[in-house]
Each structure stands twice: as structure tokens, then as C-alpha cells.
């Protein structure tokens, strides 16, 4: 693959840099989306395996400056509080990373939208589904979904979310344990990519270019975020998980 600036134009490199700060402004908003927008928006006008590359380092550098908000210390507990997420979740991504190549995730992306879309829809109409303690057969199975999805795709959050969300799990602590998660999950994802062949040296410039933006959306969400209350937060959520299912099941179905 040649230099992205060979077969990027500058209207192109215009809106993609548009539609990394949308998705940086929804990440620091509600702690995830990022990679969906990023790999939706950007799959308009580019490659699949450009926009893929595009989405590894500014996931990398948000889900950085999210889980180290509040400091190292609360960012190494919410690692050990979630160690076999962690340890599940970079396990199956890694392996379904070196898939992306050779294997349709479309199936994929509808079984994992469905169940979004489901989840999201019956909360927002006030049916509350929690989980009223943790459980490490569902915490497993839910690592295992989101990481086999994410190696491929470059997404793991609607899981993630539905998980944390069923958990009543409190605003900030939500919003830091999502920085962890997704944090190390892009980092291996970023390795797993370099094996896999799409992160190249000449796709890592345009990655890293996209980096400025995504932190830009990012420290304005985060101040929308600061304003809104537990319940605000908890629909804002929901709506964007909605939005987020329903884009799956699009991609699954359509392509």
C-alpha cells in the first residue's frame, strides 16, 4: 500500500479529519463510539483497510487520557478490578485479529448489533435489566464477543457497555473503566494490526495525523460531559448504543 498522501485528497483528508473530531466529541461525551464513527464515517470515501488503520492510534491515545482522568492509581484498580475482561477480551482479539484478511465479519456484526439494539431499546423504554452482582461466566462471555468482534472490526464497545451499563456501574467509574478496557484493547489491537498487514509505514503517518482531532473532540466532550448528571449520562448512553447497534446491523446486512 502506497502513501495514503498519494491516493488521499486534500478534500478527503478534509473530511476525514470532520468526522475523527464527531467521534472524538461522542467519545469524551459518553466513553465510547470513537472506533464505530471512525470506521463508518471514514469507510465512505476510503479503503476499509485505510479507515482500519486510521482508527488504531487515536483509539490508543483517548482511551489513554480517559483511563488516566482520575489518576493512575484509580486506572491500575479498575485493570485489576477487571483482569479477566482484560485477559478474555485480548486474548480473542488478538486471535480474530489475524482473521480480517480472510473471514466476512458481517454475520458477526449482526449478532452482535441485534442483541445492542434489544438491550438499548428496552432500557431506554424504562425496562431495566442489571445484573445485580458480577459473574465471571458472564463477564467471560461478554470479553469473548466484544474482543472477537473488535480484533476484526476495530469495535468492542457495545458490549463493554452493555455489560457496565446492566452493572448500574456510576458515571465516573464507568467512564474510566472503559478507558482501561478499550485502552489495552487497542494497544494489542495496534499490534495485532502491524502482524495482520494493515498497519504499515504507510499507513501509520495517516493514523497518526488523525491522532490531533480525536484528542480535540475528545477535551470537548469531556466538558459536556462534566455537565450532565447520572441519569443524563445513563440515556446518553443508551441512545448512542442504539445508534450504534442499529449502524451493525446495517453493516451486516448491507456491507
Known amino acids: 500500500m502506497s502513501s495514503f498522501l498519494t491516493f488521499l485528497s486534500p478534500v478527503e483528508l478534509g473530511f476525514a479529519v470532520l468526522v475523527v473530531l464527531v467521534a472524538g466529541v461522542v467519545k469524551g461525551m459518553v466513553g ?4 464505530m464513527i ?22 490508543v491515545a483517548t482511551n489513554g487520557f480517559q483511563a488516566l482522568r482520575q489518576g493512575a492509581a484509580a486506572a491500575w484498580e479498575s485493570i485489576v478490578r477487571f483482569r479477566l475482561f482484560l485477559i478474555v477480551g485480548g486474548v480473542l482479539l488478538l486471535s480474530s485479529a489475524q482473521l480480517v484478511r480472510v473471514l ?11 442483541p445492542v439494539v434489544f438491550f438499548a431499546v428496552i432500557q431506554l423504554l424504562g425496562l431495566r435489566l442489571r445484573l445485580s452482582s458480577r459473574s465471571a461466566v458472564v463477564e467471560g462471555l461478554v470479553a469473548s464477543v466484544a474482543g ?11 458490549p463493554t457497555v452493555m455489560y457496565l451499563t446492566a452493572l448500574d456501574t456510576p458515571k465516573d467509574e464507568q467512564m474510566r473503566v472503559q478507558g482501561v478496557i478499550y485502552g489495552l484493547g487497542a494497544v494489542m489491537l495496534v499490534a495485532a494490526h502491524i502482524g495482520s498487514g494493515v498497519l504499515t509505514t504507510a499507513t501509520a ?48 446486512l448491507m456491507g
Do not use: H
Open 32 to 35: 465510547f463510539a470513537m472506533p
Open 38 to 59: 471512525m470506521i463508518s464515517g471514514l469507510s465512505f470515501f476510503l479503503p476499509p483497510e485505510l479507515a482500519l488503520a486510521g482508527l488504531l492510534f487515536p483509539t
Open 104 to 114: 466476512e465479519p458481517d454475520t458477526l456484526l449482526v449478532m452482535i448489533g441485534g
Open 148 to 158: 472477537f468482534v473488535g480484533g476484526m472490526s476495530g469495535i468492542w464497545g457495545p
Open 205 to 252: 503517518p495517516f493514523s497518526a495525523l488523525m491522532v490531533v482531532p480525536a484528542l480535540v473532540g475528545m477535551w470537548v466532550g469531556g466538558r459536556l460531559q462534566d455537565r450532565i448528571d447520572q441519569a443524563t449520562f445513563r440515556k446518553a448512553t443508551l441512545a448512542v448504543l442504539l445508534i450504534a447497534g442499529l449502524n451493525l446491523l446495517r453493516r451486516g
